[in-house]
């Protein structure tokens, strides 16, 4: 078996990949993250899910692809430029809700349903609204994160908030955590009540 063997990949996340580098979007979700996302997704028919940070879609496309014909997905990001760019790609999607909004905000005043699956690929609901983000996942739902191994485009003292937020996390007794020294660096959270 080799994970670099990838067969299933989105019809459209080639062309995504493309208009990345086109127009120099450089934290791009990585391929492995994708297959991850699209696996869990899978397992929760008529599922509700919520990514936070689109970006250009890379992610949001392994997330439709897993969905089934009753789930819905929300996507926010803050920035204009790329939330237009991801447009384009889905727009046609009835499945999905693109939001162009302060993620933080987004979760401080969200009153909505609870998600099968929280992908977190923002600083808010990964290092800051963690409560909030947390409150939305339903028992039994996934909350995951990435980039939690050192990456070439770290700020100094990043390394720091990663630790802290592992540390929170490993304190919670509402949810079932797995750490994994795999792509970028995972956690993988189940709320167990």
Same mark, same amino acid.
């Given at each position: ?7 299933? &990949? ?12 086109? @127009?120099?979007? &450089?934290?791009?979700? *990585?391929?492995?993250?994708? &297959? #991850? %996302? ?5 397992? =929760?028919?008529?599922?509700?899910? %919520?990514?936070?940070? &689109?970006?250009?879609?890379? $992610? #949001?496309a !392994?997330? %439709?692809d ?5 789930? /819905?997905? @929300? $996507? ?5 430029? +790329?939330v ?15 939001v ?5 905000? !987004? ?10 699956l929280?992908?977190? *690929?923002? +600083?808010?609901? =990964?290092? $800051? ?8 996942? /339903? ?7 990435? *980039?939690? =191994?050192?990456?070439?485009? !770290?700020?100094?003292?990043?390394e ?19 750490k994994m020294? !795999? ?7 189940v709320?167990? =009540?």
């Open positions: 078996m080799f994970d670099t063997n990838i067969s299933d &990949t989105p019809e459209i996340y080639g062309q995504i990949v493309q208009r990345s580098k086109e @127009v120099g979007f &450089t934290m791009p979700s *990585d391929v492995y993250i994708g &297959t #991850l %996302l699209k696996t869990l997704v899978a397992s =929760k028919p008529k599922g509700r899910f %919520l990514e936070l940070g &689109t970006g250009l879609g890379l $992610s #949001l !392994w997330i %439709l897993g969905m089934d014909a009753g789930s /819905k997905v @929300v $996507s926010i990001d803050n920035d204009p430029k +790329w237009r760019i991801a447009q384009a790609y889905f727009e046609k999607d009835a499945r999905l809700k693109l162009c909004a302060d993620v933080g905000k !987004w979760l401080k005043t969200y009153s909505g349903e609870k998600f099968d929280v992908f977190a *690929d923002a +600083w808010p609901g =990964k290092y $800051s609204e963690i409560e909030e983000v947390l409150d939305l996942v /339903k028992v039994g739902g996934f909350y995951v994160i990435d *980039d939690m =191994k050192a990456q070439p485009n !770290w700020p100094y003292g990043h720091g908030h990663v630790q802290d937020l592992v540390a929170y996390l490993e304190r919670k007794r509402d949810f079932t955590l797995t020294d !795999w792509s970028t660096g995972l956690v993988v959270a709320r167990n =009540k």
